[in-house]
Nanobody, 125 residues
Framework: QVQLVESGGGLVQAGDSLRLSCVAS????????RGWFRQSPGKEREFVAA????????YYADSVEGRFTISRDYARHTVYLQMNSLKPEDTADYYC??????????????????WGQGTQVTVSS
């Protein structure tokens, strides 16, 4: 049974940084595409970032490009999202996910097969 567990969320001020972690367990293959999404109340879940199975390619939403960095640690089965220069509009629940299809870095939530329970990020102004 595949499980994804996010951590690292919290309440911060605008301009601060946070690092989110997502640990995977139960996978038979470790090099799937991994992604981060976020969802605010009343809004649809939106793509934030994705990283390839090799870790050599990354893809970001325009809204976080240059501020957020996605990375992965194969030995720890963990994907990270380093978030710098946080803004109030970054406030959301953040979810990690796995795309098993190996068809490149995709931003559509429907392409992702497994999801974590989310971690809350609140950025005050």
């Amino acid at each position: 049974q595949v499980q994804l567990v996010e951590s690292g969320g919290g309440l911060v001020q605008a301009g601060d940084s946070l690092r989110l972690s997502c640990v995977a367990s139960g996978l038979t293959f470790s090099s799937y595409v991994r992604g981060w999404f976020r969802q605010s109340p009343g809004k649809e879940r939106e793509f934030v970032a994705a990283i390839s199975g090799s870790g050599g390619s990354t893809y970001y939403a325009d809204s976080v490009e240059g501020r957020f960095t996605i990375s992965r640690d194969y030995a720890r089965h963990t994907v990270y999202l380093q978030m710098n220069s946080l803004k109030p509009e970054d406030t959301a629940d953040y979810y990690c996910a796995i795309d098993r299809a190996n068809m490149g870095l995709r931003r559509g939530a429907s392409f992702y097969d497994y999801w974590g329970q989310g971690t809350q990020v609140t950025v005050s102004s």
